[in-house]
């Protein structure tokens, strides 16, 4: 009872702090979930992320990465857009952004939130801590595989898209994690409430799940425009749209959002700028302007090039014929990716 007492302050801290949802679970994740990696990996679903498959051992359980762990707090933050994310797809002059990285670096927020939080709970545990536990915080920062965490700590579930979805948040939530050596009563385990609904595998521009819960991140326009440094495929570039970084398709249409809530961070609020982008001011962007706009925004961290290559697929498919002077601009470039994509771009306005 004292135990429940204690996770129940830890939690009234973590809102009281900005977290939106909290749990927690064992800190071990039960062999399937090596199993479904593993094939993930086999399939080469993974494409150039190699970061995956270097650590799988790890991944597959925090155990694994850390031996002495017992318990994880899971830390969920709503990013819900006060928009439509889909807005932008229909405004082929504009470029869309993924809702994620409107605003601020989420990484830098919720690490400092989870620190806190922390050094919070190393002080009210000391009735029940040895001299020896241990906490550690996490934000994508480690082979964690936080969603079937947030799964078990009853945060919401793995849809067939296979993100986390909340019956409260849909599916705008960032996560963190609080692993620690000390054994804490988990929480009550989240099942999945999908049901029949396959509206997120439909609305895949580009097939990128081979079936339900089963993602080809060689497919998705996320991995493409974000993780990808090569010259994306022909096969993908009309589906790609004017998607400039990531892609929000498959959770915006989930039937879960018409429960979900605009996210209460001011922080977490998009830049203006960022809602509607004019492509023709982005296929100006210099290396200098680049890293000045997107300074502190997850979209500085694929660079300038891999940037405007974004752009110019977005230009290509615009039909907007005033954008072929940015296109022929970039078509003499240096870097051959650049110059090939500045030259489809301009074949496929003047075709």
């Not at 409260?168 to 929480?187: D, H, K, M």
């Not at 694929?302 to 940037?307: A, D, K, M």
């Amino acid at each position: 009872m004292l135990l429940e007492s204690f996770t129940n302050l830890i939690r009234d801290k973590a809102f009281e702090l900005g977290f939106d949802q909290f749990g927690i679970c064992k800190a071990q994740l039960p062999p399937e979930k090596a199993k479904q990696l593993n094939e993930f990996l086999d399939h080469d679903h993974h494409g150039d992320m190699k970061w995956l498959q270097d650590r799988a051992h790890q991944r597959a359980s925090p155990d694994h990465l850390w031996p002495e762990v017992k318990s994880a707090m899971i830390l969920g933050v709503n990013y819900g857009p006060q928009t439509d994310p889909l807005y932008n797809l229909k405004h082929f002059e504009t470029g869309n952004i993924s809702v994620y990285a409107r605003h601020r670096d989420y990484h830098d927020i919720i690490k400092g939130w989870l620190k806190h939080l922390a050094q919070y709970f190393i002080k009210e545990a000391k009735p029940f801590i040895t001299p020896t536990d241990q906490v550690k915080v996490f934000v994508d920062t480690a082979p964690i595989m936080e969603k079937p965490l947030a799964q078990q700590a009853g945060l919401g579930w793995q849809g067939k898209h296979t993100n986390l979805v909340s019956r409260q948040y849909g599916s705008w939530l960032f996560l963190g994690e609080i692993l620690t050596t000390v054994e804490l009563p988990p929480s009550k385990f989240s099942k999945n409430h999908c049901g029949s609904c396959t509206q997120c595998l439909q609305a895949c521009p580009t097939n990128a799940f081979p079936a339900p819960f089963q993602l080809d991140a060689t497919r998705c326009i996320s991995y493409l425009t974000i993780e990808y440094s090569g010259s994306i495929p022909l096969e993908f570039r009309k589906a790609i749209g004017n998607r400039i970084y990531g892609c929000d398709d498959c959770l915006a249409v989930c039937p879960w959002n018409h429960f979900a809530q605009h996210s209460r961070h001011l922080k977490l609020q998009s830049r203006k700028e960022l809602n509607s982008p004019l492509l023709q001011d982005f296929a100006l962007f210099t290396d200098e302007t680049f890293r000045q706009f997107f300074s502190g925004s997850p979209v500085k961290r694929i660079g300038h090039l891999r940037f405007i290559r974004n752009v110019l697929i977005a230009i290509g498919n615009s039909q907007q014929i005033s954008l072929l002077p940015h296109a022929q601009h970039w078509g003499n470039h240096d870097n051959p990716i650049i110059q090939e994509t500045a030259q489809w771009a301009i074949q496929q306005l003047t075709s």
